[in-house]
């Protein structure tokens, strides 16, 4: 598949002289001229303004004389004014944005622009236009790969620390049961409880005894029985 | 672009949407969510419903009608990246990438489009509710 179209000087200016075209700039202009109260000095101002892209342009594609060079001409005008065309509409934007309302001069090349694209883009591959897109649209289309694979990271992450703490959950089980012979909370604090019960009864039993040469003595009211082992 | 731009873009398009801007009625809002295609085709405005990525699940015929474009071809695509690359800045972009990271959004501003169409003034919700993960995306044609 060849990679960029081959393009001769005659079909560039058909699209760009055609009666078609030139009615749809002329429909644009008046339009625009009318939706947006523009002035007299500046419709004609943007009307020429317009005209001479496109002479400049017709002027270029006849002094270069091989076809593929032509290609590559029309290619990097395309770019040129779709990346004008970007900035335009950034500026537009955010004057709408901070004042309601933006230059109408700009809105009115932005617009004419797009329309210059329209005419050229047939005599492009439909890759390389692809390929235009995806660059010009690289800072958003990273922006939201980053955060797509932020988004991945955290999970990866969170699955880790979750998988970590799950094994040192099963260690401590383990530890549980092979010193204390059981793992479930209800189980410990049963036992402790038990254990506190016999530490109580232990000290109400050895509250009246007293030590003496080294030997338990029982100096209250309580019966002590001695059970033989069997 | 700085947090406090951020901040401050956020803020005046918070003062649209409480203003005469609006142009999405409140019991609308509520009930789009349970809207047939059918109804939403009706709506007098552009009704588009995106993913928190920007995917398209819902282009509504008006705003196929408006933009020159086939509503069942734009399903699944990226709004930003494919479909209107004019909204590829932080205005647009930013405000609803901000609205998905804090789960809510209810902004309104001004925008013009000028891609392949005569100069258009339109005015840009956003809006995601609440309670659902849903990101509208509505756009009055004048």
């Known amino acids: ?230 | 672009m700085s947090e406090q731009l951020i901040q401050k873009l956020q803020k005046q398009a918070e003062f649209y949407a409480k203003g005469e801007m609006r142009f999405v009625k409140d019991d609308v809002l509520q009930k789009l969510q349970l809207s047939s295609p059918e109804e939403m085709d009706s709506l007098d405005f552009g009704v588009i419903c995106v993913d928190d990525k920007g995917i398209i699940k819902i282009f509504n015929q008006h705003e196929a009608d408006k933009a020159n474009l086939d509503a069942k071809s734009t399903i699944g695509k990226n709004f930003f990246t494919e479909i209107a690359p004019c909204t590829n800045n932080q205005i647009f972009y930013g405000s609803f990438k901000k609205g998905v990271e804090e789960r809510r959004m209810d902004l309104i501003f001004p925008y013009t489009f000028t891609y392949k169409m005569k100069p258009t003034p339109v005015k840009i919700h956003l809006y995601r509710g609440p309670a659902r993960p849903t990101n509208w995306i509505f756009v009055k044609w004048n």
């Open chain 1, 1 to 230: 598949m060849e990679l960029i179209k081959t393009i001769d000087l005659e079909t560039i200016e058909k699209v760009l002289t055609e009666p078609a075209f030139k009615e749809d700039i002329t429909h644009n202009l008046l339009s625009w001229k009318e939706d947006y109260s523009v002035s007299d000095s500046d419709y004609k101002d943007t009307k020429s303004w317009f005209e001479k892209i496109i002479t400049d342009f017709l002027t270029l594609a006849r002094d270069v004389e091989i076809d593929s060079e032509l290609s590559v001409t029309l290619f990097t005008k395309y770019i040129e004014l779709k990346c004008y065309w970007k900035q335009l509409n950034t500026q537009i934007q955010y004057q709408n944005f901070k004042t309601g309302s933006a230059n109408t001069v700009l809105i009115g090349k932005a617009s004419l622009t797009t329309f210059f694209l329209i005419a050229i883009e047939p005599l492009i591959h439909d890759t390389d236009l692809a390929e235009i897109q995806e660059f010009l649209t690289k800072p958003i289309k990273e922006y939201i790969r980053i955060e797509s694979s932020i988004d991945l990271r955290l999970d990866s992450d969170e699955i880790e620390l979750m998988e970590a703490q799950l094994d040192t959950l099963y260690a401590d089980k383990e530890y549980l049961q092979k010193h204390i012979g059981m793992t479930t909370a209800d189980e410990i604090i049963e036992a402790m409880d038990n254990l506190e019960e016999q530490i109580r009864d232990l000290r109400e039993e050895f509250s009246d005894s007293v030590m003496l040469d080294g030997r338990l003595s029982f100096l209250g009211k309580r019966k002590i029985t001695i059970q033989k082992q069997k």
